[in-house]
């Protein structure tokens, strides 16, 4: 009876596990759509533009009686583009933060703790037999640091474990590891939603 009840402990445990990741991806994919659409029309108005300009019906530059050029749709378009590029980036590490702030949570519910302790809380989910995504757990807590608080140790220590999540060119010209060279791509963000779906509580199979 002990382990029937553990089991259908361990098996609400998932279920609202996988419930409340599922809402965080979904308030995700929402606070990006309207810069997701904004990016895709941009997309879409520049290679109708460039159409116009391979077709002779329109020109890169403008320019003035003198020759200057007075307007360059291209550096125009990546200005546009750069905006909204940096609504992304806030985006994306408003949401690492956000997940990593539930992963926490979630654990130091289960282990009864009010302070989260990685190593403590790796011993404790490997002991209860969860499979976990170790760097990609303390990337995703070192990331969220370095959204918060930018320099310091959690930036030292990311840029170490994970050099690819800042800017290479920045960092080799003098920047320090920090909120400025910190580079969350799209794909790193889903991967850390990925790592922290497949590092909980699974369903059993029979109530997947």
Known sequence: MASLNGTLKLS?????FRQSIDELAGAYASARSAADSTKDRLNREWEEFKR???EGHATLYEENDDGQVVYDH???????????EGVLKLVREAFVISLHH???REINRRMKRTHYDEKK???????????LEKESLTALRLAANVA?????GSADDLYLLRPDLFDAKAIKEGEKPGFSTLIITDEVAARFFEAVRRSGPRLPSWTA
């Open 12 to 16: 609400l445990w998932a279920w609202l």
């Open 52 to 54: 116009e300009v391979d």
């Open 74 to 84: 291209g550096d125009e378009m990546w200005n546009r583009d750069q905006q909204v």
């Open 102 to 104: 539930f992963w926490e």
């Open 121 to 131: 809380a790796f011993k404790f989910l490997e002991e209860a037999g969860l499979q």
């Open 148 to 152: 918060k608080h930018s320099e310091g």
